[in-house]
């Protein structure tokens, strides 16, 4: 994926805590469960599998953190992503409400990590969806109270004039703020993980792209260096997996998507930018999203692409994004602007399960993964050690293939997308 911005230093990147370079494989080894992928899903299923007892051992192409979870908003929220009626549709009440438990189980085991292996990740809680529009203030008042009544789940719903006391933008005209959401810095946290599966005994490989899988009661994955063996193999690629397993392949789509960080504002303007610290976002398809870092810079996210290409004057397109909420920071331009892929699925529901009895996989968080990927791994760790409840659950969501095959689909989403953008542009 070139010309993505993927190679380009992020904020994140510039304020890493140190992880030492860990070695390729080389050579034939064995293990009991190979993790495809190092960022959150499989770190989190290769931490809870060596808790267990199981030989694991991670192949990443590049380095840990390297993907989604390392140059992410760092948003936490609570929920997946689509929304709990999409889900209610596809399970029933009853199994949705389990989905969205878990997804608050998710937020929680953020916590436990960060406590239990001290992951030093700027963790700062709260969190508003703001409507731009009439209809989007009726759809989170919608969500408000289908959560409560439903969900057992609290939020706040702000006025206009009450975001206003903590938000310096006149652009919205309300807020849903949920306490329990936040947001990190997400590749300080991902290493954070990485360390606790290292120090749990996980054999971490990096600069291992797994270019072949070869099916069997034991699973044999090729690396360019060297061949791993195992009884079980995790699929946590996410939109960066490509071709490696084609059935795979065909359900995720992967969306460029794009964040730019402000130098460091002095504190009264950081301060007039937001002055409680919780995240932002709106709830647009082609959606913004903002909070400050722990040293004090606006980071501001948005902006979609459906190719593989970095959009064109894609600086330009963010600036007037940011000015077009604070306009107060018209002079200030981008120290750092950076991109990745998020994996959307046709549904927009996850998409976790099996092929075979021993390949497993989970992916397709549409966006909203940075949480509900620790539950995945956690989830996929239980049916590996046999108690496959609640990804039994998860396997009952269907999911399509993207239409318009390898070479049409992505123009067929893009013509799909820019519908919705221009119903947000309109209504
Ligand atoms: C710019 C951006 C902003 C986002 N913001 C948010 C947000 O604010 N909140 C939120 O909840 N979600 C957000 N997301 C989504 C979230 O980051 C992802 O859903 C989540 O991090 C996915 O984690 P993962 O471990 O499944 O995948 P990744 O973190 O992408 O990790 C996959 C890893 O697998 C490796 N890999 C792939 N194929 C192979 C192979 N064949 N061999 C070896 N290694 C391989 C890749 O190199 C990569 O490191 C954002 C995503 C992006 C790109």
Redesign the pocket.
Known sequence: MANDLSDALSYYAATAHPWPEQPPLQGEQRCDVAV?????????AALELAEKGYRVAL???????????????????VGW?CDQSKLEKLLGRDDARHLFDWSSEAVDLIHRRREEHQIDCDWRAGHVHVPIKPRQVSELRGWQSDLAEHYDYQTDWWSAERLQQHLGSRRYLGGLYDAQSG?LH?LNY?LGVARAALAAGVQILEH????ALQPGESVS?Q?PKGQLRADFVV????????G?EPNLDRRIMP?????AATPPLDEATANGLINNDM?V?DINWALD?FRLSADRRLLF?GRASYSAIEPPALRGTMRRRMHAVFPQLSGVDFEYL??????ITMNRAPDFGRIGSNVYY??G?????????GI??RVIAEAIAGQAERLDLFERIRHRPFPGGKYLRMPLLATAMAWYKLRDALW
């Open positions: 495809v992928g190092g960022g959150l899903t499989g770190l989190s192949l990443e192409a590049r380095r840990v953190g390297w993907g989604a979870s390392g140059r992410s908003g760092g948003q936490i929220i992503g947001h997400p991902t291992s792209p797994v270019f994955l690396c699929l946590a690629g996410n939109a960066y997996l490509g490696l969306v460029g998507t794009y964040i995240a976002a999203y996210g950076w991109g990745g892929f998020l994996g989970a992916h968080y549409s966006g909203h993964g940075m949480a509900v990927s995945a791994g």
